[in-house]
């Protein structure tokens, strides 16, 4: 039983925010399927007081606690989540990425609760001051770590190298989408009118966040080279972050500003999907971004960079991938499929398929609660306090 005398245990998720990102949304969706399922009553606590996801969260009945995270370190912050924790009985916390791993780990830690953690990028993101003094703390919350998770394979040896996590505390579970909502009809045409668009356009799409990590930049430079071959196509670009004015000032420099279209956070991914003629991510660095499921999902054809994750994801039967950082090669992969409607189709069914096989929501909710079965004692059932 949970330290409440239920059947039911009570799980905390610790993020930073509940922004519309990869991590928010996947979150979104394992709670959603512990709610239908009953065994694991969710929660989640984030530090920032915004977030476009939080009434999605609310309406399933999840409770959201946000505790503000103070500037620079916040050395009483995991005392509020320690309380937080005993205060509601939570069974076991899960956390993801470094920031939450820190504060969140910390906090579970001190309440004598077991901690699972997900990777989902590596350290790479921060500055090597900053990764210094991270793996100082980390490696020794990872001790403390019942199970440690990645969402792709290539982050596994730095967890083992910078932070000694012993192997056999290590597991990959890939994330996975659920690809029914992802396979629907629409009107084209008239989705293409609603976005302000001509009915014969062309369309590249990327949904990413606007910071550094994606190289929208690059995206944009590529994105000029193709209207040279193909003057009817047009670049979606749903997201929302810091170097939005950067990007759009790129945009006015090219002189390309009439083709690129800043759709901002959306919620109607799945019917935007349908419209992409091919999806593509300029990222420098990524763990395994679930839009790139989504537009696999889609049946729409990838042109991508090959890095870490990605290519774990995107094989030669779904999708196109270049160096990044390469804006000629970036255009002519993508001016490629825009021009080859069999090739697009191709590798959009590969795609598709390969969610359908190696990529499986059902399969990632399994192996999660396996792990939290396992820091518990035992499936639901079983005295686990």
Avoid at 56 to 66: K, N, W
Avoid at 178 to 187: G, L, N, R
Avoid at 243 to 250: F, G, N, P, S, T
Wanted: aromatic share 6%; hydrophobic share 40%; net charge neutral.
């Amino acid at each position: 039983m949970s330290r409440t005398g239920k059947t039911t245990r009570k799980i905390l998720f610790i993020n930073s925010s509940l922004g519309m990102g990869g991590i928010e949304t996947l979150l979104l969706e394992l709670c959603r399927d512990m709610k239908a399922q009953g065994c694991y009553e969710p929660g989640i606590c984030i530090f920032e007081t915004e977030g476009v996801l939080q009434n999605e969260y609310e309406a399933l009945g999840v409770p959201v606690y946000i505790i503000p995270k103070k500037q620079g370190l916040d050395y009483s912050l995991p005392l509020k989540i320690r309380r937080l924790i005993r205060a509601e009985s939570y069974d076991i916390v899960h956390v993801h990425n470094q920031m939450s791993w820190l504060y969140g780990g910390s906090g579970a830690i001190l309440a004598r609760r077991p901690l699972v953690y997900t990777e989902h990028t590596s350290l790479e993101k921060f500055t090597p001051g900053q990764q210094r003094k991270l793996k100082a703390v980390l490696s020794w919350i990872g001790k403390k770590t019942v199970q440690v998770t990645t969402v792709a394979k290539h982050l596994i040896p730095s967890l083992e190298k910078d932070l000694g996590i012993p192997a056999n505390r290590i597991t990959n579970i890939y994330n996975g989408i659920d690809p029914a909502p992802y396979q629907i009809e629409i009107d084209r045409a008239r989705k293409l009118e609603e976005l302000g668009l001509p009915a014969d356009s062309k369309i590249v799409g990327i949904v990413a966040s606007l910071t550094e990590a994606k190289d929208h930049v690059t995206l944009l430079r590529a994105f000029s080279i193709v209207l040279q071959q193909v003057p009817k196509a047009q670049l979606l670009v749903a997201g929302q972050g810091p170097l939005k004015e950067q990007i759009v000032a790129e945009t006015a420099a090219l002189g390309i500003g009439d083709h690129v279209h800043f759709l901002g956070v959306r919620r109607d991914i799945p019917e935007l999907l349908q419209v992409f003629d091919v999806f593509t991510l300029s990222s420098l660095i990524e763990g395994l971004p679930i839009s790139l499921l989504e537009a696999m999902a889609s049946s729409c054809p990838i042109v991508a960079t090959r890095i870490p994750g990605v290519d774990e994801l995107v094989d030669e039967k779904s999708g196109i991938l270049v160096p990044h950082s390469s804006p000629d090669e970036l255009g002519a992969a993508l001016t490629t499929v825009l021009s080859d409607e069999a090739l697009a189709h191709s590798l959009g069914k590969g795609g598709r398929q390969r969610i359908l096989d190696e990529f499986s929501f059902g399969g990632m909710i399994r192996a999660y609660i396996s792990c939290y079965d396992n820091a518990l004692g035992g499936p639901c059932g079983k005295d686990a306090s």
